[in-house]
């Protein structure tokens, strides 16, 4: 399953909102993520959130509490090419 995310939503994910928030908000979920049109995003959301609602997400929290900000920053805006 490839997946695409948006940069500046993922940023507003990791500085202050929770997976639960970002996965059980369809509209939010829907301008964090995009996927493949034979991909049943809106079944994936649902899933998600159940997970997230039974808890079962500490994995998800503590992955976006690793990330380094400032380094993911600084590779964001390197030139491409």
């Not at 997230?52 to 993911?72: F, G």
Request: with cysteine; net charge negative.
């Amino acid at each position: 399953m490839l997946g695409m995310l948006f940069f500046i939503q993922f940023l507003e994910l990791l500085l202050g909102g929770t997976w639960e928030d970002t996965v059980c908000d369809p509209t939010l979920f829907h301008t964090t993520f995009t996927f493949p049109a034979d991909l049943d995003a809106d079944d994936l959301q649902y899933k998600l959130c159940e997970e997230a609602r039974n808890n079962d997400t500490a994995y998800i929290e503590e992955i976006l509490k690793s990330v380094n900000i400032e380094k993911l920053m600084e590779e964001v805006s390197k030139p491409s090419g």
